[in-house]
């Protein structure tokens, strides 16, 4: 059985870096080859169209492709929650994402919600640390309080997702912890 999960979270959660942890034990168990990466396929579809009109024409095709590696294990960064909250904070429509979910549950998606303690000073930090990493990304930042904007609303939506999904919280790296929560879920 392949493994179908949708990372979700407000930005500065550790989508990444999780991501980046569960890949890495799922990719070389899963690989078919020693020449090929096709153990597991990391989709990052924070590209900067969620919260835009073009969205759920890309995430259509995005589903296509999932089902097409549908015997394959996936893991993607932000989806229908993303947008819906990008949406929501931007004033756009994003339509009726029920028949999206219906599709994804058909391909037995899960979400895994990353969630950090409502701690402004911590969310400085990870932000400082993103700007660090990423300069340009200083154009799109925000202040601590509308990431736990963000997260609440989260919080809020996944309760109407009709996909099975764990909450996991990250109150620091390494997280090894929150980490093997995820990969037991996944699991069973």
């Not at 073009?54 to 996936?74: C, G, Q, S």
């Not at 429509?93 to 994804?104: A, M, Q, V």
Request: proline content about 4%; hydrophobic content about 40%.
């Amino acid at each position: 059985m392949a493994y179908h999960i949708i990372f979700e979270g407000a930005e500065l959660s550790g989508k990444s870096w999780i991501m980046s942890q569960i890949y890495n034990e799922l990719e070389p168990k899963y690989a078919s080859s020693p020449n090929i990466l096709d153990g597991c396929y990391w989709f990052n579809c924070d590209l900067g169209f969620f919260g835009t009109k073009p969205a759920a024409e890309i995430m259509k095709n995005y589903v296509r492709i999932f089902k097409t590696l549908k015997d394959k294990n996936i893991l993607v960064e932000k989806f229908q929650l993303a947008n819906s909250v990008y949406s929501e904070l931007n004033n756009t429509p994003f339509g009726d994402y029920k028949k999206l979910e219906r599709k994804l549950k058909r391909l037995d998606f899960k979400i895994v919600l990353l969630t950090f303690p409502e701690d402004e000073t911590l969310l400085a930090k990870r932000l400082q640390d993103r700007l660090n990493l990423y300069p340009n990304y200083k154009r799109i930042a925000k202040s601590p309080a509308d990431y736990i904007k963000q997260q609440a609303i989260l919080k809020k939506k996944i309760q109407d997702s009709s996909l099975d999904y764990l909450i996991v919280e990250i109150e620091s790296f390494p997280a090894a912890q929150a980490i093997k929560t995820i990969q037991d879920w996944i699991e069973k």
